[in-house]
């Protein structure tokens, strides 16, 4: 079945500069009506009972990090963090690769989105998205911020996403790891995609150029969600994949900003996005509520989620993954920001999930403790299915988000601590993770202790209580929380077995310090003397 469009909003900036010559079948910037139908026509995707889009990614339900590269050349040297995370390529390898997937791709249906990153005009991004599924232009959509009909004439594409998830690489002839790759040329200002239809790979492969771009104009950019009160005051919350960035922003009482990437200038912050990218398993309107709503909504797309027999999303369902996501506009969130901007942040907020029940439910950080958190980036994983590993795992991601990190951690902490002295910004680290034991033995906290100690915080009312220094971390806890329980204020006198929470703080506290051992060469005294103790 055949389906034309015309009139169609088209860049007057063709596909030439990508070697891509045979464009009649191109479909420019449709809207999502039709890229619903085209992802349907071409059995990319199916609809749930309430009209949303369902997407199976086949074998990669998440990123392939160990997949991904910048290209080595003369205009990044001596600015890439090079490590495991951030591999080099060579030039030639781009090159052969890029003329291969021209090759693939030149005479296809392909699916063109122009769009913007960066909700402030004067640091957005022009980005374009060329892939082969309707799906991944939907994504992008829903994603990133939509120019009208008009900016889409001139729209020229500052940095492009050619992505061809059925194409391949041969490792033994392109120089890869796998058949499937991630190449960012910041030189050329393409990112090539290969062998993949996880569309996380579009929206982290832009978020990554961001961070290299920005840093350089004095911007420090941030894996953080944000939101304001009705006062105008903007708090913005760091915190690795299952902390709670989105749930927490997500509140109903508050102006959502964004939900994952923002920058901060010296106008204040802003989203890079126009939409939002959650977390789905074991999702419940009683929980999560807005996001939950989202998930009814046409429009959005429901990656990887199992759907029962009448097409119903049935979020507990993990066979596939338990990376189960959503992907919806910003604006179907009730309370979201249309601007997508809001002032220099008053409240600071570093969201950890303590598997092992360690830490407080909220603490106050000095300065020197704020760098120490950000740039250790903590978290811990729930033990996986692998018989034998019972204990949870420690992960440890620089400025909380090292993988999309090109720049080394120490210009990310040093651009945030300049920001947060010169607008004497509150800094708080708060654990949404176990509390009362570790995982197997505890409990999760209560999103609504957690909300009701962030919303006392970001208030002010913490500003004058009493405070308890914890003895590992050296962390400040308040004594009294109006409307939480005392007792889980010090995570201590929630274990039943007092021996045992000691032998476990002194476990996490080695972590971190084996962990920041490969940062203390550039880490003054104060850094260092503020991280935990023996």
């Given at each position: 079945m055949s389906i034309t469009y015309n009139n169609q909003p088209k860049s007057t900036f063709g596909l030439q500069y990508l070697g891509l010559n045979k464009t009649d079948s191109t479909l420019w910037n449709l809207n999502p009506s039709q890229l619903y139908e085209q992802a349907i026509l071409n059995k990319e995707a199916v609809l749930t009972d309430k009209m949303a889009l369902r997407v199976l990614t086949g074998k990669y339900t998440g990123r392939s990090p160990e997949d991904r590269f910048i290209v080595d050349e003369p205009s990044t040297n001596g600015k890439i963090d090079w490590n495991e995370i951030n591999q080099p390529v060579s030039p030639e390898v781009f090159i052969n690769l890029h003329s291969k997937m021209v090759n693939y791709l030149d005479g296809k249906k392909l699916y063109v989105k122009d769009l913007y990153c960066g909700a402030d005009p004067n640091y957005q991004l022009n980005v374009r998205v060329v892939s082969e599924v309707a799906y991944h232009a939907l994504f992008s959509h829903n994603m990133f911020i939509n120019p009208t009909d008009e900016e889409l004439k001139n729209h020229k594409p500052g940095f492009t996403v050619l992505a061809a998830p059925n194409f391949k690489a041969d490792p033994e002839k392109d120089g890869t790891r796998t058949s499937t790759f991630i190449l960012c040329n910041l030189e050329k200002n393409i990112i090539l995609i290969g062998g993949t239809l996880y569309s996380g790979e579009v929206k982290k492969g832009i978020f990554s150029v961001m961070n290299y771009l920005l840093p350089q104009k004095n911007i420090m950019p941030m894996h953080c969600s944000a939101n304001m009160d009705q006062n105008r005051k903007t708090a913005i919350y760091f915190g690795l994949s299952g902390t709670?960035?989105?749930?927490?922003?997500?509140?109903?009482?508050?102006?959502?900003?964004?939900?994952?990437?923002?920058?901060?200038?010296?106008?204040?912050?802003?989203?890079?996005?126009?939409?939002?990218?959650?977390?789905?398993?074991?999702?419940?309107?009683?929980?999560?509520?807005?996001?939950?709503?989202?998930?009814?909504?046409?429009?959005?797309?429901?990656?990887?989620?199992?759907?029962?027999?009448?097409?119903?999303?049935?979020?507990?369902?993990?066979?596939?993954?338990?990376?189960?996501?959503?992907?919806?506009?910003?604006?179907?969130?009730?309370?979201?920001?249309?601007?997508?901007?809001?002032?220099?942040?008053?409240?600071?907020?570093?969201?950890?999930?303590?598997?092992?029940?360690?830490?407080?439910?909220?603490?106050?950080?000095?300065?020197?403790?704020?760098?120490?958190?950000?740039?250790?980036?903590?978290?811990?994983?729930?033990?996986?299915?692998?018989?034998?590993?019972?204990?949870?795992?420690?992960?440890?991601?620089?400025?909380?988000?090292?993988?999309?990190?090109?720049?080394?951690?120490?210009?990310?902490?040093?651009?945030?601590?300049?920001?947060?002295?010169?607008?004497?910004?509150?800094?708080?680290?708060?654990?949404?993770?176990?509390?009362?034991?570790?995982?197997?033995?505890?409990?999760?906290?209560?999103?609504?202790?957690?909300?009701?100690?962030?919303?006392?915080?970001?208030?002010?009312?913490?500003?004058?209580?009493?405070?308890?220094?914890?003895?590992?971390?050296?962390?400040?806890?308040?004594?009294?929380?109006?409307?939480?329980?005392?007792?889980?204020?010090?995570?201590?006198?929630?274990?039943?077995?007092?021996?045992?929470?000691?032998?476990?703080?002194?476990?996490l506290a080695k972590m971190f310090q084996q962990n920041f051992e490969r940062f203390s060469k550039k880490a003054s005294k104060e850094l260092l003397a503020a991280g935990p103790v023996d």
């Amino acid at each position: 079945m055949s389906i034309t469009y015309n009139n169609q909003p088209k860049s007057t900036f063709g596909l030439q500069y990508l070697g891509l010559n045979k464009t009649d079948s191109t479909l420019w910037n449709l809207n999502p009506s039709q890229l619903y139908e085209q992802a349907i026509l071409n059995k990319e995707a199916v609809l749930t009972d309430k009209m949303a889009l369902r997407v199976l990614t086949g074998k990669y339900t998440g990123r392939s990090p160990e997949d991904r590269f910048i290209v080595d050349e003369p205009s990044t040297n001596g600015k890439i963090d090079w490590n495991e995370i951030n591999q080099p390529v060579s030039p030639e390898v781009f090159i052969n690769l890029h003329s291969k997937m021209v090759n693939y791709l030149d005479g296809k249906k392909l699916y063109v989105k122009d769009l913007y990153c960066g909700a402030d005009p004067n640091y957005q991004l022009n980005v374009r998205v060329v892939s082969e599924v309707a799906y991944h232009a939907l994504f992008s959509h829903n994603m990133f911020i939509n120019p009208t009909d008009e900016e889409l004439k001139n729209h020229k594409p500052g940095f492009t996403v050619l992505a061809a998830p059925n194409f391949k690489a041969d490792p033994e002839k392109d120089g890869t790891r796998t058949s499937t790759f991630i190449l960012c040329n910041l030189e050329k200002n393409i990112i090539l995609i290969g062998g993949t239809l996880y569309s996380g790979e579009v929206k982290k492969g832009i978020f990554s150029v961001m961070n290299y771009l920005l840093p350089q104009k004095n911007i420090m950019p941030m894996h953080c969600s944000a939101n304001m009160d009705q006062n105008r005051k903007t708090a913005i919350y760091f915190g690795l994949s299952g902390t709670g960035k989105t749930t927490i922003s997500a509140d109903s009482d508050k102006i959502l900003i964004g939900d994952d990437e923002h920058g901060w200038s010296e106008n204040g912050i802003f989203n890079f996005e126009g939409g939002c990218y959650a977390k789905t398993i074991h999702l419940s309107p009683e929980n999560e509520a807005e996001i939950y709503q989202t998930t009814q909504m046409p429009g959005t797309i429901l990656e990887n989620v199992v759907l029962d027999k009448n097409r119903q999303p049935d979020f507990d369902d993990d066979s596939l993954t338990q990376n189960t996501r959503c992907a919806y506009p910003i604006s179907y969130i009730p309370n979201a920001s249309e601007k997508g901007i809001g002032g220099h942040p008053e409240n600071i907020i570093f969201l950890t999930a303590d598997a092992f029940g360690v830490l407080p439910p909220i603490s106050k950080l000095t300065p020197d403790q704020a760098m120490y958190h950000f740039i250790s980036g903590y978290t811990a994983k729930i033990a996986g299915t692998e018989r034998g590993v019972n204990e949870p795992q420690a992960t440890f991601s620089a400025c909380f988000g090292s993988p999309f990190m090109p720049l080394h951690p120490t210009v990310y902490a040093e651009l945030l601590a300049e920001k947060i002295r010169k607008h004497n910004s509150r800094v708080w680290l708060v654990n949404t993770g176990w509390t009362g034991g570790m995982h197997g033995i505890g409990k999760r906290m209560d999103l609504p202790h957690t909300r009701r100690m962030l919303s006392e915080a970001i208030d002010g009312n913490l500003d004058e209580v009493s405070y308890y220094t914890e003895p590992v971390f050296g962390l400040r806890i308040p004594e009294n929380i109006e409307g939480v329980p005392k007792k889980i204020l010090r995570p201590r006198n929630t274990w039943q077995d007092k021996e045992a929470y000691d032998r476990k703080a002194a476990q996490l506290a080695k972590m971190f310090q084996q962990n920041f051992e490969r940062f203390s060469k550039k880490a003054s005294k104060e850094l260092l003397a503020a991280g935990p103790v023996d």
